[in-house]
């Protein structure tokens, strides 16, 4: 088991990896109290079992709130049944509320924890390869409204986060392609060793590998962690890399209507990112070259193909990173050297996303 430790001004929480990593909830959480699960319908489905015993050995009553899975349940009407259900359970600060499932889970989650009662005391045990490496860390929450993807959210940490890499052995192949896709945006944020070990191990991490998938989820959130202690809230500008592939992800996610996984759309926006990087001068052709060996190792989606431009474009008008009536982008010029607020005009806009639907 590895053991990473996000210190932040105020608090401190650890984020624990590994196999068999649920036990240690017993020991981390010794104290009887109240206890509220928002866990995924898929997770109860395959691992209810194996969670209902866990809550049962520990002191405290527990209350449980199956959410549907899918983008669609990011939704202020779903927030709403989260708010009853919290009333109901009499949730409050010395409460615990448990997110239990993906990237879904773990933003309407945090986002009820930190706006219900002004707070309430968060965990997050990640069940997908995405959250694990990506949104179970670092205090973002959010839901989407008016087919806006995140649109409103806050900043929220957890408690303490349980990545127990178990779960992943069930999670079928697009859920896997999806986390990969924020494993490669974290391959390009801080040197080339990440890189090239997520290059040679992309078929064992494709296959669920234990061992690698431990030691990759260990790396990127360590990486995270390192950005969101130095910039908790984006005020000094530097957490605003881990957007890169994003500007582009998040609009085509919101054109299909969240039919594809949203790491499946962050490929596809980290493929355009690199072309748009290119195509204004940052990125030299080598570099390209040798960058897009990594995206293009991902199979995507067939609907990708049939995606409208110009639906694309507008959406990116109202990206939350957009100021002035300019679209902004996280941009490249090579691993680990990330330029933030980089404006780019429409005709290479669209010139590196149809270069994107090219590669894919």
Do not use: W
């Amino acid at each position: 088991m590895k053991k990473v430790t996000v210190n932040l001004p105020g608090k401190s929480y650890p984020v624990f990896i590994g196999d068999m990593v649920l036990p240690r909830i017993k020991k981390e959480i010794t104290r009887s109290c109240r206890k509220t699960v928002i866990i995924d319908k898929n997770v109860e489905r395959l691992h209810g079992g194996r969670i209902r015993s866990l809550f049962r050995d520990m002191k405290g009553d527990t209350e449980y709130f199956v959410l549907k899975n899918g983008e669609n349940s990011k939704s202020l009407n779903e927030l709403s049944r989260v708010y009853k259900f919290l009333l109901r359970c009499s949730a409050d600060k010395e409460s615990l509320l448990f997110s239990v499932g993906g990237g879904v889970t773990g933003d309407l989650s945090g986002f009820a924890a930190s706006t219900f009662k002004r707070g309430i005391p968060l965990i997050h045990i990640p069940t997908t390869l995405l959250s694990a490496v990506d949104s179970s860390v670092g205090g973002k929450t959010a839901v989407n409204f008016d087919q806006r993807k995140n649109l409103a959210g806050t900043f929220y940490q957890p408690e303490y986060v349980f990545t127990d890499v178990t779960f992943l052995k069930t999670l079928p192949s697009a859920e896997i392609r999806s986390g990969i896709g924020e494993l490669i945006k974290y391959s390009f944020l801080s040197d080339s060793n990440l890189f090239i070990y997520v290059l040679n191990n992309m078929e064992k991490i494709q296959n669920a590998d234990p061992a690698i998938l431990e030691s990759t989820i260990y790396r990127s959130v360590g990486i995270k962690a390192s950005i969101v202690m130095k910039d908790e809230k984006e005020e000094s500008g530097l957490r605003k890399i881990l957007n890169f592939g994003h500007t582009f992800g998040h609009a085509i996610e919101s054109v299909l209507n969240y039919r594809i996984k949203h790491g499946e759309a962050v490929t596809a926006g980290i493929i355009a990112a690199l072309f748009l990087s290119n195509k204004i001068g940052l990125l030299a052709e080598n570099r390209l070259i040798t960058y897009l060996k990594l995206p293009s190792r991902i199979k995507l989606p067939r609907a990708l193909t049939g995606i409208d431009l110009r639906d694309v474009y507008e959406v990116m008008k109202d990206d939350k990173k957009s100021k002035g009536g300019k679209i902004n982008f996280v941009l490249i010029s090579e691993i680990g050297s990330i330029y933030i607020d980089i404006s780019a005009g429409k005709d290479d806009i669209y010139k590196s996303l149809e270069r994107m639907l090219e590669v894919i």
